[in-house]
C-alpha cells in the first residue's frame, strides 16, 4: 500500500462487531515549517504596491455648497490647524504625523504609529 491510512480492526471484547481505528498519517521532515524559509517566502509581498492616503480632516457640505465652491474658496475641515493627520494605507489607519514642506512638496512626519488591536 502506498502512504494512506491504515486502519487496523480491533476485536470488541463484548462480542458483537469489531471497531476500525485509524492509523495517524506520518509526516515527514521536510513538511516541517522551518521559520527561516517563511520570511524568504515573504520577500515577495515587498514588491506589492499600497495606497498611502494622508488625510487632514473632513466635513459635511450640501450640494449646493459644493457647487458653489471656485478658485480661492475655503473649505473649513473638523480638525485644528494644529492637528496630526491622519495615515492610511488601503484605507486603515496605520499612523499620524504632522504636515511638513519638503523641497517645495508637502510631506507628512510620522509621530505615531498606530499598534495593531
Same mark, same amino acid.
Given at each position: ?16 462487531? #469489531? ?6 498519517? /506520518? ?6 515549517? +522551518?521559520? !527561516?524559509?517563511? %520570511? =524568504? ?12 492616503? #494622508? ?6 457640505? /450640501? ?6 465652491? +471656485?478658485? !480661492?474658496?475655503? %473649505? =473649513? ?41
Amino acid at each position: 500500500m502506498a502512504e494512506e491510512d491504515i486502519q487496523e480492526t480491533t476485536p470488541n471484547p463484548e462480542g458483537g462487531e #469489531a471497531t476500525a481505528v485509524a492509523e495517524p498519517p /506520518t509526516t515527514s521532515a521536510s513538511s516541517a515549517p +522551518d521559520s !527561516g524559509n517563511e %520570511v =524568504q517566502n515573504l520577500d515577495f509581498l515587498l514588491d506589492v504596491p499600497v495606497k498611502l492616503t #494622508a488625510e487632514l480632516g473632513n466635513c459635511k457640505m /450640501t450640494m449646493q455648497e459644493l457647487l458653489n465652491l +471656485d478658485l !480661492g474658496s475655503v %473649505v =473649513q475641515l473638523d480638525k485644528p490647524a494644529n492637528a496630526n493627520v491622519d495615515v492610511y494605507v488601503n484605507q486603515k489607519l496605520v499612523a499620524r504625523g504632522e504636515v511638513v514642506v519638503a523641497e517645495d512638496n508637502f510631506g507628512i512626519r510620522v509621530k505615531e504609529i498606530i499598534a495593531k488591536s
